[in-house]
């Protein structure tokens, strides 16, 4: 599934958690103050966005070598 990742600080440091094998929890922080309406605007429809995502998280297991030949 492509992810379009908007071009903000937030979702680069997001990115890797958004697309991968990761379980993600999200708070959106919102203003009730006129003068912060832009931010908030964004803030909703970068939280819908996120919303609309789907992961698969699973876990990675770590395989000694025998284990790893017994499996083969």
């Known amino acids: 599934m492509f992810v379009p990742f908007r071009d903000s600080k937030m979702t680069r440091v ?6 991968g094998n990761a379980i993600t929890a999200i708070l959106c922080n919102m203003s009730p103050a006129g003068d912060s309406r832009d931010e908030t605007i964004s803030t909703i429809k970068f939280g819908t966005m996120c919303s609309t995502i789907e992961t698969h998280a699973s876990k990675n297991e770590v395989m000694d070598d025998k284990t790893l030949l017994e499996q083969y």
Do not use: E, P, R, V
Not at 14 to 19: E, V
């Open 14 to 19: 997001l990115k890797q958690s958004l697309g």
